[in-house]
T-cell receptor, first 112, second 111 residues
Framework: NAGVTQTPKFQVLKTGQSMTLQCAQD?????MYWYRQDPGMGLRLIYY???????DKGEVPNGYNVSRLNKREFSLRLESAAPSQTSVYFC???????????FGQGTRLTVV | KQEVTQIPAALSVPEGENLVLNCSFT??????LQWFRQDPGKGLTSLLL?????REQTSGRLNASLDKSSGRSTLYIAASQPGDSATYLC??????????FGQGTELSVKP
């Protein structure tokens, strides 16, 4: 049972490059989330998808786009990476809006 | 806007001590509150989930309480062990479905 799987685990980008962070869950969950974690800032919500076909902005959506490709997959895209986007990114999912959330192991992104 | 605060930011205790971690939130209109553990460089592990209609949940040496009207939750850890050393995060689920986190409490249990 893989749970929530994120790829890649580590990535180094140059300023201005683009990339997509992938997230997939195998628990048949409806809701999926993207967070970033920075020292002293806790986890901040970037985007949220309550169900397939829907997305909603979180606390820090600027500079990011998301795609809920299907029920399993929720990707996060950085169109033009900036050093301020250096962070650890976490994906999470839950069966419904009011049930337990499960997290992936994170993607450590460095933008130079 | 929902804001979640955790106090203290860091805590160091000797092994065997009972301890309490605090979490407060500003908007009481929540679905639930969830406590997580995070080890350095790792993802988040769910510890306990308390629904808005519940007062407390227990799992082993952990007990979490929720007072929705006052916007507070506590995580009680009994007989702490060095293996309990980690960062503990609380998160509230708004009625819009978004999960909002506090900044965490970094716990160190000394042998």
């Amino acid at each position: 049972n893989a749970g929530v799987t994120q790829t890649p685990k580590f990535q180094v980008l140059k300023t201005g490059q683009s990339m997509t962070l992938q997230c997939a869950q195998d628990m048949n969950h409806n809701s999926m989330y993207w967070y970033r974690q920075d020292p002293g800032m806790g986890l901040r919500l970037i985007y949220y998808s309550a169900s397939e076909g829907t997305t909603d902005k979180g606390e820090v959506p600027n500079g990011y786009n998301v795609s809920r490709l299907n029920k399993r997959e929720f990707s996060l895209r950085l169109e033009s990476a900036a050093p301020s986007q250096t962070s650890v990114y976490f994906c999470a999912s839950s069966r419904k809006e009011n049930t337990e959330a499960f997290f992936g192991q994170g993607t450590r992104l460095t933008v130079v | 806007k929902q804001e979640v605060t955790q106090i203290p930011a860091a805590l160091s205790v000797p092994e065997g001590e009972n301890l309490v971690l605090n979490c407060s939130f500003t908007d009481s209109a929540i679905y639930n509150l969830q406590w997580f553990r995070q080890d350095p460089g790792k993802g988040l592990t769910s510890l306990l989930l308390i629904q808005s209609s519940q007062r407390e949940q227990t799992s082993g040496r952990l007990n979490a309480s929720l007072d929705k009207s006052s916007g507070r939750s506590t995580l009680y850890i009994a007989a702490s062990q060095p293996g309990d050393s980690a960062t503990y995060l609380c998160a509230v689920r708004n009625q819009g479905g978004k999960l909002i986190f506090g900044q965490g409490t970094e716990l160190s249990v000394k042998p």
